[in-house]
Structure formats: C-alpha cells, structure tokens
C-alpha cells in the first residue's frame, strides 16, 4: 500500500469506529414495544404507538415453533424462532389502524398496530 493512501485510510476506520459506537446510542432513542407469541397468539394483540416515529417491536415467542410476524399494511416481516427473540422495525406511520399476523398460524395470532 503506497503511503499516499495510508492517512485516508485511517482517516475512514477511524470514522467507520465512531459511527459504530454511536449506533447504539441512536437506536436506543426508538421507542421500543414488548410483544408474546404465545399458544400462537401476540399479547398484547393490540399497541398503540407515535404517530410519524420509527418504532420497534420486540418480539418473544414462547412457543417450541417458529412463527412469522407478518403484515402488509406495514410492510413488514420478520420470522422468530421457538424460544427465540426478535426485533420488528417499523418505519414511521400515519395515524391509523395496521393489522399484523403470525404467518404460520394466522387462525389464531392476529393483532393491531394503532398509530396516534
């Protein structure tokens, strides 16, 4: 590596380090919601959140299966293995009703965002 391009190279990990450490920071500033995937059901089936802010979800499915929170009205789907934990992004909404599913078990695991 020719020595011209050293200093542009520290120059960008450097850069690539700082923005790493504050990621973290940034993503705790979305508002983040509990959720349960239970006997293939969400609890609560239904979460009011801010209107016009990102938001996520926190999903723990508590059954042996895994299960797929799906919705179109938000455009969104994200599969959470048995026993496993998961995070739901959610990009900003209008203020209105958005129905989401467990895809798997979309008899019984339904549920409604509400966007205020």
Not at 19 to 28: E, H, N, T
């Amino acid at each position: 590596m020719s020595s011209i391009f050293r200093p542009a190279l520290a120059a960008a990990l450097s850069a690539a380090s700082i923005g790493a450490a504050v990621l973290p920071v940034m993503a705790a500033d979305i508002p983040t919601f509990e959720m349960t995937l239970k006997d293939h059901k969400f609890s609560p089936d239904t979460i009011e959140v801010p209107a016009n802010q990102r938001f996520q979800i926190r999903l723990t499915n508590k059954d042996a299966t895994p299960d797929e929170f799906d919705s179109h009205d938000l455009r969104v789907e994200k599969v959470v293995g048995g026993g496993q934990t998961g995070i739901v992004r959610i990009q900003p909404l209008v203020p209105g009703r958005y129905m989401f599913m467990g895809e798997y078990h979309a008899a019984t695991a339904r549920g409604i965002v509400v966007a205020k």
